[in-house]
């Protein structure tokens, strides 16, 4: 079992910054990516960011691209997404998720484990 806490959620004005943190604990070992997902009312999970536990490797959807960073700390088994230049369609429920598969698990079937998710709301 993996278990993955989110926090760093909340409200900021458009062109504001946000970091995200994503604490995961148990069998953290047998999970080679993380990721994080957003979920706006009304539309489907979809994919943000993720990242290889071990090489480091990274992959972003087009929308958050440079906008965006995923990072780990291995030490503190925590995954982070610092979020800049944030816009109003950046608005939705975050989720943090692991994933057994190397490479870049792109969608959410791939994820096996997931957080309760935390909110981030852009005003405009």
């Known amino acids: 079992q993996v278990q993955l806490v989110e926090s760093g959620g909340g409200l900021v004005q458009a062109g504001g910054s946000l970091g995200l943190s994503c604490a995961a604990s148990?069998?953290?070992?047998?999970?080679?990516?993380m990721g994080w997902f957003r979920q706006a009312p009304g539309k489907e999970r979809e994919f943000v960011a993720s990242i290889s536990w071990t090489a480091g490797t990274t992959n972003y959807a087009d929308s958050v691209k440079v906008r965006f960073t995923i990072s780990k700390d291995n030490a503190k088994n925590t995954v982070y997404l610092q979020m800049n230049n944030l816009k109003p369609e950046d608005t939705a429920i975050y989720y943090c998720?692991?994933?057994?598969?190397?490479?870049?698990?792109?969608?959410?079937?791939?994820?096996?484990?997931w957080g309760q998710g935390t909110q981030v709301t852009v005003s405009s």
């Open positions: 998720a692991a994933s057994p598969r190397y490479g870049y698990p792109w969608y959410p079937h791939e994820y096996d484990y």
């Open positions: 148990g069998r953290t070992f047998s999970r080679n990516s």
